[in-house]
């Protein structure tokens, strides 16, 4: 298709992060990602697509509900008893010839990284697409202590060609069309070919060639994990493209990162999760690729395997009995796919490494005091308890996160006073009474176009109806004469 | 015959009498006694869900207090319920929400009627709002009932089950996600070309109704949106 249309001009790369104001309250950093048509464009495509994919997907299963509903209950069940999970699965995957780390928070699991590098010999790695790894901002610690990490996911590869940020979880380059792909590739990627078109094809072969070079020649890959077998001392990586495969299998050593909220009791859980997760996130009956290693083996992939388990804030969220669902999530993305304020703000304005309803809920349990405007940016619309495929209920852990405050103190006062109204019957009528009256001079107008502060906030693109003139009590009262 | 407090919501006492005007119209054609006990106020979800927990338990146990009386309390909002029944146990330990129904699942439910004898002749579009649909889980309650009205001509929404960006404080708090959000759904609504769009929830209503109303200024006369209507009040209709 494609390939034989004329090559547009290649425009500078300007990366969407660098436009969306990091570290600002969202309301702000959302405003400008609004004024982003082309982003808002990709992102409606992108979600839309997605979306249909996976209604269609788990359509096909009737007993959906069911796996959710098992989902769920592992997941609560490994809450309950992580710590005992976690030296389990410690015990077993030393016995089989790993070796386990623990890591408090982002520091240590970073230090423990390079440490590893360092010792194998190596001054690159190769990555695995890992979400952890993100959290923990390992590539930038790499940078600073003169190591260089290299992205093999093609998404993330984009994102880290482009000095981009991530503005998914599952599709990290989401908010690029394949034109402005094509851009970064030619002006970043060094290998790319001559005459590159934007053609997907095209644009997936200049990936797999510039990614081979480096596959062949690293000494250590580092990896995340979709789960991590407890009983078997197991980790489980799930992919499309194969890269993963071969960070996973080539280089000696092997570094993951793994939350150890990514915990399962038992190998058949994973029946149920390989079920969920791939319908979830890609909307696909079964993922291409899904590496299975447990320690190491002589002859047979790294020699050297490491795993670093990382807390990063996770106990401190499982203290909370509400908050804690946000611990089952398996990254799907499925919650950002339907969320519309996600679909029309995009990742980088929730200014955390988890955006959409799944980072509003993880985001300000992980950093504490931090991020306390996300719980608000959702309309509390429903969309994505109805996606999770592990069930965990974020219009609740929202507002559960928004009644643990803080609150402004305007805001307060309003609040306060509304509820004074509202718990005295007499006085409640007598506003409603004071309303209708005071609004009378206005009537005829039938609308408010424009209210002072915080109204104005509303009649900014809304009109706001006028009181009645006679009011519902009124006509009640005539009729029970 | 159960006896029937009716809970017309904090939104409709002060803007919309109409529609709870509508509840008694039908719930009386249909053989119930309704009655509407003078101290209500609100169910106390705007400050629950914009994290007024102590002030949002005061307003519930009120609630409990003036419908504790009732067998059956039917309110016009699909939100307003799902508030008592899903967040009142945590609130206040409270499961008076097992006692109270949007109109359409009382309609179904209790009383067992589908066709409750209304005639609306106009072309109608439904919002499905999302606390009604999601939350109290109404499926297509209302559509049935409106399904069951003479001489309507129903027009499917595109997107329907998109939010329309409303959210309470959202709407202030998020204001310009918040009117993205509503200029999507006002494009579907107008692109209907119905007379009327109609929805469980007059808050929802406000929002949109508010939105087509700004459009509707400056739009040509072939691209108004629909009027903003409570199906409640289609369903009383008989004209």
């Given at each position: 298709m494609s390939t034989d249309a004329p090559v547009p001009p290649s425009k500078a790369i300007v990366p969407a992060a660098a436009l969306i104001p990091s570290g600002a309250p969202f309301p702000k950093a959302a405003k400008v990602a609004l004024g982003m048509p082309q982003l808002r464009a990709n992102l409606a495509h992108a979600t839309g697509t997605i979306r249909a994919k996976r209604a269609k997907m788990v359509g096909e299963l009737d007993d959906w509900e069911r796996l959710r509903d098992t989902a769920a209950a592992v997941k609560a069940d490994v809450q309950h008893r992580l710590p005992e999970l976690a030296v389990e699965f410690e015990r077993n995957a030393t016995?089989?010839?790993?070796?386990?780390?623990?890591?408090?928070?982002?520091?240590?699991?970073?230090?423990?990284?390079?440490?590893?590098?360092?010792?194998?010999?190596?001054?690159?790695?190769?990555?695995v697409k890992s979400m952890?790894?993100?959290?923990?901002?390992?590539?930038?610690?790499?940078?600073?202590?003169g190591l260089k990490a290299f992205e093999t996911d093609l998404a993330e590869l984009i994102v880290q060609l482009a000095e981009d940020k991530p503005s998914h979880i599952l599709v990290p380059a989401i908010h690029y069309n394949r034109t402005e792909i094509r851009d970064i590739f030619n002006q970043r990627m060094g290998d790319a070919p001559s005459g590159l078109t934007d053609d997907p094809a095209a644009l997936a072969e200049a990936a797999r060639l510039h990614l081979r070079r480096?596959?062949?020649?690293?000494?250590?890959?580092?990896?995340?994990?979709?789960?991590?077998?407890?009983?078997?001392?197991?980790?489980?990586?799930?992919?499309?493209?194969?890269?993963?495969?071969?960070?996973?299998?080539?280089?000696?050593?092997?570094?993951?990162?793994?939350?150890?909220?990514?915990?399962?009791?038992?190998?058949?859980?994973?029946?149920?999760?390989?079920?969920?997760?791939?319908?979830?996130s890609t909307g696909e009956r079964m993922n291409p690729y899904t590496s299975v290693w447990t320690g190491s083996r002589d002859g047979d992939g790294p020699k050297d395997v490491h795993v670093i388990l990382l807390d990063n804030g996770r106990t401190?969220?499982?203290?909370?009995?509400?908050?804690?669902?946000?611990?089952?999530?398996?990254?799907?993305?499925?919650?950002?796919?339907?969320?519309?304020?996600?679909?029309?703000?995009?990742?980088?304005?929730?200014?955390?490494?988890?955006?959409?309803?799944?980072?509003?809920?993880?985001?300000?349990?992980?950093?504490?005091?931090?991020?306390?405007d996300l719980p608000y940016a959702s309309s509390l619309?429903?969309?994505?308890?109805?996606?999770?495929?592990?069930?965990?209920?974020?219009?609740?852990?929202?507002?559960?996160?928004?009644?643990?405050?803080?609150?402004?103190?305007?805001?307060?006062?309003?609040?306060?006073?509304?509820?004074?109204?509202?718990?005295?019957?007499?006085?409640?009528?007598?506003?409603?009474?004071?309303?209708?009256?005071g609004s009378m001079p206005w009537r005829r107008k039938g609308f408010m176009r424009r209210l002072p502060w915080p109204g104005s906030r509303w009649t900014v693109s809304r009109d706001m109806p006028m009181p009645p003139k006679e009011d519902f009590r009124d006509w009640w009262k005539e009729r029970q004469r | 015959m159960p006896r029937v407090g009716l809970f017309i919501t904090c939104v409709n006492d002060a803007l919309y009498p109409q529609t709870p005007k509508a509840v008694v119209q039908i719930l009386e054609r249909l053989g119930y006694d309704v009655d509407f006990p003078a101290a209500q106020t609100c169910c106390g979800q705007m400050h629950a869900n914009s994290g007024y927990?102590?002030?949002?338990?005061?307003?519930?146990?009120?609630?409990?207090?003036v419908f504790g009386p009732y067998d059956a309390i039917v309110t016009p909002s699909g939100s307003c319920a799902a508030m008592t029944r899903d967040q009142y146990p945590h609130l206040t330990g409270s499961d008076i929400g097992q006692r109270v129904y949007e109109l359409s699942e009382f309609l179904l439910d209790v009383a067992g009627v589908e066709d409750v004898?209304?005639?609306?002749?106009?072309?109608?579009?439904?919002?499905?709002?999302?606390?009604?649909?999601?939350?109290?889980?109404?499926?297509?309650?209302?559509?049935?009932?409106?399904?069951?009205?003479?001489?309507?001509?129903?027009?499917?929404?595109?997107?329907?089950?998109?939010?329309?960006?409303?959210?309470?404080?959202?709407?202030?708090?998020?204001?310009?996600?918040?009117?993205?959000?509503?200029?999507?759904?006002?494009?579907?609504?107008?692109?209907?070309g119905a007379e009327y769009l109609a929805a469980a929830d007059n808050s929802c209503l406000t929002h949109i109704g508010g939105g087509l109303n700004r459009i509707d200024r400056t739009a040509p006369a072939d691209r108004r949106g629909p009027r903003p209507v409570h199906y409640a009040e289609i369903l009383a209709s008989t004209a």
């Amino acid at each position: 298709m494609s390939t034989d249309a004329p090559v547009p001009p290649s425009k500078a790369i300007v990366p969407a992060a660098a436009l969306i104001p990091s570290g600002a309250p969202f309301p702000k950093a959302a405003k400008v990602a609004l004024g982003m048509p082309q982003l808002r464009a990709n992102l409606a495509h992108a979600t839309g697509t997605i979306r249909a994919k996976r209604a269609k997907m788990v359509g096909e299963l009737d007993d959906w509900e069911r796996l959710r509903d098992t989902a769920a209950a592992v997941k609560a069940d490994v809450q309950h008893r992580l710590p005992e999970l976690a030296v389990e699965f410690e015990r077993n995957a030393t016995a089989a010839g790993a070796t386990v780390h623990w890591a408090r928070d982002a520091g240590e699991a970073n230090e423990i990284a390079a440490r590893i590098v360092r010792g194998a010999g190596a001054e690159e790695v190769v990555k695995v697409k890992s979400m952890a790894t993100q959290e923990i901002e390992l590539n930038e610690h790499f940078e600073a202590v003169g190591l260089k990490a290299f992205e093999t996911d093609l998404a993330e590869l984009i994102v880290q060609l482009a000095e981009d940020k991530p503005s998914h979880i599952l599709v990290p380059a989401i908010h690029y069309n394949r034109t402005e792909i094509r851009d970064i590739f030619n002006q970043r990627m060094g290998d790319a070919p001559s005459g590159l078109t934007d053609d997907p094809a095209a644009l997936a072969e200049a990936a797999r060639l510039h990614l081979r070079r480096r596959f062949l020649s690293a000494k250590v890959a580092v990896s995340g994990a979709n789960f991590a077998v407890a009983e078997t001392g197991s980790l489980v990586v799930v992919e499309s493209e194969g890269n993963g495969r071969m960070c996973l299998t080539m280089p000696e050593t092997l570094i993951s990162v793994v939350g150890i909220e990514k915990l399962l009791p038992r190998f058949e859980d994973l029946e149920v999760f390989m079920q969920l997760l791939p319908r979830s996130s890609t909307g696909e009956r079964m993922n291409p690729y899904t590496s299975v290693w447990t320690g190491s083996r002589d002859g047979d992939g790294p020699k050297d395997v490491h795993v670093i388990l990382l807390d990063n804030g996770r106990t401190g969220v499982l203290a909370d009995k509400v908050g804690r669902q946000a611990l089952s999530c398996i990254r799907c993305s499925a919650c950002l796919n339907v969320c519309p304020v996600y679909e029309r703000t995009g990742g980088h304005a929730y200014g955390h490494v988890y955006p959409g309803p799944i980072g509003a809920i993880l985001a300000p349990q992980l950093e504490p005091g931090k991020h306390d405007d996300l719980p608000y940016a959702s309309s509390l619309c429903g969309a994505c308890y109805e996606v999770c495929p592990v069930k965990i209920d974020i219009p609740e852990v929202l507002v559960h996160l928004r009644q643990q405050g803080p609150h402004q103190a305007g805001e307060k006062a309003a609040m306060g006073a509304a509820k004074a109204l509202m718990a005295r019957p007499t006085l409640w009528r007598a506003a409603l009474r004071a309303a209708r009256i005071g609004s009378m001079p206005w009537r005829r107008k039938g609308f408010m176009r424009r209210l002072p502060w915080p109204g104005s906030r509303w009649t900014v693109s809304r009109d706001m109806p006028m009181p009645p003139k006679e009011d519902f009590r009124d006509w009640w009262k005539e009729r029970q004469r | 015959m159960p006896r029937v407090g009716l809970f017309i919501t904090c939104v409709n006492d002060a803007l919309y009498p109409q529609t709870p005007k509508a509840v008694v119209q039908i719930l009386e054609r249909l053989g119930y006694d309704v009655d509407f006990p003078a101290a209500q106020t609100c169910c106390g979800q705007m400050h629950a869900n914009s994290g007024y927990k102590k002030d949002a338990a005061a307003l519930a146990r009120s609630f409990d207090t003036v419908f504790g009386p009732y067998d059956a309390i039917v309110t016009p909002s699909g939100s307003c319920a799902a508030m008592t029944r899903d967040q009142y146990p945590h609130l206040t330990g409270s499961d008076i929400g097992q006692r109270v129904y949007e109109l359409s699942e009382f309609l179904l439910d209790v009383a067992g009627v589908e066709d409750v004898g209304a005639r609306f002749p106009h072309t109608v579009t439904y919002h499905p709002t999302c606390h009604g649909t999601r939350a109290l889980g109404l499926g297509d309650k209302p559509l049935r009932l409106l399904r069951a009205v003479a001489g309507i001509e129903l027009v499917d929404l595109p997107a329907a089950d998109q939010c329309c960006g409303f959210g309470g404080t959202f709407a202030l708090k998020n204001s310009e996600v918040s009117s993205a959000m509503l200029a999507d759904k006002c494009r579907h609504a107008a692109d209907t070309g119905a007379e009327y769009l109609a929805a469980a929830d007059n808050s929802c209503l406000t929002h949109i109704g508010g939105g087509l109303n700004r459009i509707d200024r400056t739009a040509p006369a072939d691209r108004r949106g629909p009027r903003p209507v409570h199906y409640a009040e289609i369903l009383a209709s008989t004209a």
